[in-house]
């Protein structure tokens, strides 16, 4: 071999560990990136979960809500049981009036016949 095959064999060699130290280095970034990944992937997934689970129950919610709810009929049937109200209200009211009219009768019948008796 002379010394320019040397040279070149040398050259060769030098080369070939460059190429394999940037593979190793890119190998290497390419395995911290891929945990760096997984890590975050797994981050994700747990968040997916728990936006999951606040999703169903928002959903039992709903449902819940929705046998509650306030419709026409509710509001028609809450009219009547309002007038109803004021209507026994109103008769309560005449009949206290009837009696006090009654008790106001009495009395002064019988203060009169109190009066009648003194003189």
Known sequence: MSGSDEKVGMYERHLQ?????FIIAILMWFGTKTIATSDTVIRLELQVAA??????????????TKNTRYTEADAINDQRVH???EQMQANRIILLEDKVKEIRVYLTEEMNWHRSEKK
């Open 17 to 21: 560990t460059a190429i394999q130290v």
């Open 51 to 64: 936006l999951n689970d606040k999703f169903v129950e928002l959903q039992a919610v709903v449902a819940a």
């Open 83 to 85: 007038e109803l109200q």
